[in-house]
C-alpha cells in the first residue's frame, strides 16, 4: 500500500513538473512570436513607406528635372550680386530719365539679424524718397517694371505738393516714398546634384511642362506712354481767374499752352516718321510736312511772345518743357541731319526717281521729288562726285518744269500744206511756217507731216497733231 502511495505521488510529481516545464517552454515560444509578430508589422511599415517613396520619386524627379531646366530663367531673372552693385546708380538714372528729383536712396536692413537659417532665396529691400509729378512719377515705376531684373514695389506712399508751392515752381512736387525689394539666390554650398538616370529622355519628354514654367516666369514688358490727357488727382484743379502779371485769363493761357503743346507732339511724331520712312522720297516728303508744321508752331509762338499772354507760372513752365524743348531739340536733329548733305545712294535713287516720272509723262510727280531737296543738294557742292549727280538732278527739274509747262500751252491744230520744201501749218487759226513765234517764248522749228518741232526755253520739243 505503502509503495502504491508513493508511486502516485511520483507520478504527480512528475506530471506537475512535466506540465510546469511545457507552461514555462509556450510561455517562451509566445514571446518569441510576439516579437516575431512585432518584426513583421515593423517590416510592413517600411515596406509600406519605401512603396510611397517609390511611387513619389518618379514625380519628384520630374519636378527636379523642370527645375533644373528652368533655373536658367532664374538665374535671367533674379539680380546677381554685381546687379546689386549697380542697382542704386540704376535709380538714379531711372529718376533722372523720368524728370523726378531723387532726394534719398536706402537700403533696409536685413529684419531676421542674421538668425534663422540661411535660404537660398534672399529679399533685398530698398526706400527711395523722390520728388515730382504725380506721371514722372509712373514714368519711374515704368522703368523700375522693365528692369533687366526682377525688381517689386509693394507699396509707395504720396504726399501732394501744395498749391502754394504749385503756383512758385510752376509744376507739382508731390512728395514720394517708393520700397523696392528683390531677391538674390544663391545655393547652398556642400550640395551635390543627384545624378538622374536617362535625364534627356526624360527631359524632352517634359518639354511642354518646362515650357510652360518658363513662360509663366517670363514677366511682359509694357512701355508707359505719358498722362494720355490726364490730370493729376493730387492737384487742386481749381486756377485763379486772372494771372498775377496780366496776360489772358489763366484758363485761356493753360489752353493756348495745351495747344502749344499738342502742336509740338505732333511735330516730334512727326520727326520720328521722317527717321522711320522707308526710302528716301518718302522722308524728303516727311521731312517737308515737318517744315511745314514747325512753320505754324513758330508763328504761333511768335504771337504768344510779341503779346506776353502767358504769365501764369505753371503754364509758363509747360511752355518751357511741352513746347521750347521739344522745339529747340527738333532745331539741332534737323540742323546736325542737313549739315551732311544727302548720300550718293540717296542722290542716285533721287535721279533715277525722277528719270522715271519723266519718262512716263509724270512731269509734276517728277517735280514734287525735286521740291523737298532744294536746300540740301546746296550742301553737297563741295563733293564733286555727289556734286555731279545733283547737277544732274537740277537739270532733270529743269526738264520737268519745261514740259509740264509746254503740254500746258494750249495749241490747235487745223492743218497743215507742203508746196516743194515751203510747209505751212494753220495754229490757233493762223498759218504758220518755220520760224514764226506762235506766242512770246514759243517758236516752230520744223513741220512734218503730223507733228510740228518747237524751240522752247532752249529746248526742241514736238508736238503731234
Same mark, same amino acid.
Given at each position: ?23 514555462? #517552454? ?59 552693385? @549697380? ?65 517689386? $514695389? ?5 504726399? *501732394? ?16 516714398? $517708393? ?18 538616370? =536617362? ?22 514688358? /509694357?512701355?508707359?506712354? =505719358? ?7 493730387? !492737384? ?37 516718321? $521722317? ?36 504769365? /501764369? ?28 548733305? #544727302? ?14 516720272? !519723266? ?10 521729288? /525735286? ?15 555727289? *556734286? ?21 500751252? @494750249?495749241? @490747235? ?5 507742203? !508746196? ?34 518747237? /524751240? ?10
Amino acid at each position: 500500500m505503502d509503495k502504491d502511495k508513493r508511486l502516485w505521488i511520483g507520478i504527480g510529481v512528475g506530471t506537475l513538473l512535466l506540465g510546469g516545464g511545457l507552461g514555462t #517552454l509556450i510561455y517562451l515560444k509566445q514571446g518569441d512570436i510576439e516579437e516575431a509578430r512585432t518584426e513583421v508589422a515593423n517590416l510592413e511599415t517600411q515596406i509600406e513607406k519605401a512603396r510611397k517613396t517609390l511611387e513619389g520619386t518618379a514625380a519628384l524627379e520630374q519636378e527636379v528635372i523642370v527645375l533644373r531646366e528652368v533655373s536658367t530663367v532664374i538665374d535671367q531673372i533674379l539680380p546677381s550680386v554685381e546687379d546689386l552693385n @549697380e542697382l542704386n546708380d540704376d535709380f538714379h538714372q531711372y529718376a533722372t530719365d523720368a524728370h523726378v528729383r531723387a532726394t534719398a536712396f536706402k537700403l533696409k536692413p536685413d529684419r531676421s539679424g542674421g538668425r534663422g537659417p540661411k535660404l537660398d532665396f534672399e529679399k533685398v529691400g530698398y526706400t527711395l524718397n523722390l520728388e515730382g509729378g504725380i506721371f514722372e512719377f509712373l514714368d519711374f515705376l515704368n522703368r523700375i517694371e522693365n528692369h533687366r531684373r526682377f525688381l517689386a $514695389v509693394p507699396s509707395f506712399k504720396v504726399s *501732394s505738393s501744395t498749391r502754394q508751392d504749385i503756383d512758385r515752381l510752376g509744376e507739382a512736387r508731390h512728395q514720394i516714398q $517708393v520700397d523696392v525689394e528683390t531677391y538674390t539666390f544663391s545655393s547652398q554650398a556642400g550640395l551635390t546634384p543627384v545624378n538622374i538616370e =536617362g535625364y534627356e529622355r526624360k527631359r524632352d519628354l517634359l518639354a511642354a511642362e518646362i515650357n510652360r514654367r518658363r513662360k509663366a516666369l517670363t514677366v511682359g514688358r /509694357y512701355d508707359y506712354r =505719358g498722362d494720355r490727357g490726364r490730370r493729376d488727382p493730387w !492737384i487742386d484743379p481749381r486756377v485763379p481767374e486772372l494771372g498775377d502779371d496780366g496776360g489772358m485769363p489763366v484758363p485761356d493761357q493753360l489752353a493756348k499752352v495745351e495747344e502749344l503743346a499738342g502742336m509740338a507732339a505732333e511735330a516730334v511724331a512727326q520727326w520720328e516718321a $521722317v527717321e522711320n520712312a522707308q526710302n528716301v522720297l518718302d522722308r524728303m516728303l516727311k521731312k517737308d510736312e515737318l517744315q511745314a508744321m514747325l512753320g505754324s508752331l513758330d508763328e504761333e509762338l511768335r504771337r504768344v511772345e510779341a503779346s506776353g499772354a502767358i504769365t /501764369y507760372a505753371p503754364a509758363q513752365k509747360r511752355m518751357e518743357s511741352d513746347v521750347y524743348e521739344p522745339r529747340s531739340m527738333l532745331a539741332e536733329k534737323l540742323d546736325s541731319g542737313s549739315g551732311m548733305g #544727302l548720300s550718293l545712294a540717296e542722290l542716285e535713287t533721287i535721279r533715277d526717281t525722277m528719270t522715271h516720272h !519723266i519718262e512716263r509723262g509724270e512731269y509734276e510727280l517728277a517735280l514734287q521729288v /525735286y521740291g523737298p531737296l532744294t536746300q540740301d543738294l546746296e550742301y553737297v557742292a563741295g563733293d564733286p562726285v555727289r *556734286s555731279e549727280v545733283a547737277d544732274v538732278i537740277a537739270e532733270l527739274a529743269v526738264e520737268a518744269e519745261t514740259l509740264r509747262d509746254f503740254n500746258a500751252i @494750249e495749241l @490747235e491744230f487745223s492743218g497743215s500744206f507742203f !508746196i516743194g520744201d515751203k510747209a505751212a501749218v494753220v495754229i490757233n487759226g493762223l498759218p504758220r511756217t518755220v520760224g514764226d513765234e506762235v506766242q512770246p517764248g514759243l517758236e516752230i522749228a520744223a513741220i512734218r507731216e503730223n507733228e510740228v518741232d518747237f /524751240y522752247f526755253r532752249g529746248f526742241v520739243l514736238t508736238r503731234v497733231y
